[in-house]
C-alpha cells in the first residue's frame, strides 16, 4: 500500500471539506465537529458528486437528490436508502504533519 498525502494537519477545520482524486478515486476529505472523515466522493445513487453536499448533526446530505448518508458508519436515509449500498468511507493515515490515505 502507499501513502498519499491528502493535507496538513494544521489546515484542518471544523467545516473543512475539499475533494481529492487519489490513484483514480475520487474522495472527499471533511472535518465536522472535530472529527476527520474520508468517503468516496460519489452518492451510490446516482454517482452524483458529494463536494457540494451538506452536512447537518453528522448526516451529509446528496445535492442532487437529497439522500442523506450517516458519516459514522456510512448508512443512508431518505428517498430510495434502504435500496442503496452504504456510502463508501476510507480509513485514514498519518505521516508526520499530514493526513491521507493508505490505496
Not at 6 to 33: C, I, N, T
Amino acid at each position: 500500500m502507499t501513502f498519499y498525502p491528502l493535507e496538513q494537519l494544521h489546515r484542518l477545520h471544523d467545516g473543512y471539506s475539499r475533494p481529492f482524486k487519489v490513484a483514480g478515486r475520487e474522495l472527499l476529505l471533511l472535518q465536522v465537529q472535530g472529527e476527520t472523515y474520508l468517503i468516496a466522493n460519489r452518492c451510490p445513487h446516482m454517482d452524483a458528486p458529494l463536494t457540494h453536499g451538506t452536512v447537518q448533526s453528522g448526516w451529509l446530505r446528496c445535492p442532487l437528490h437529497g439522500i442523506e448518508f450517516d458519516l459514522q458508519t456510512g448508512g443512508a436515509r431518505g428517498g430510495v436508502a434502504a435500496s442503496l449500498a452504504p456510502l463508501e468511507k476510507f480509513p485514514l493515515a498519518y505521516e508526520g504533519n499530514q493526513v491521507g490515505v493508505l490505496l
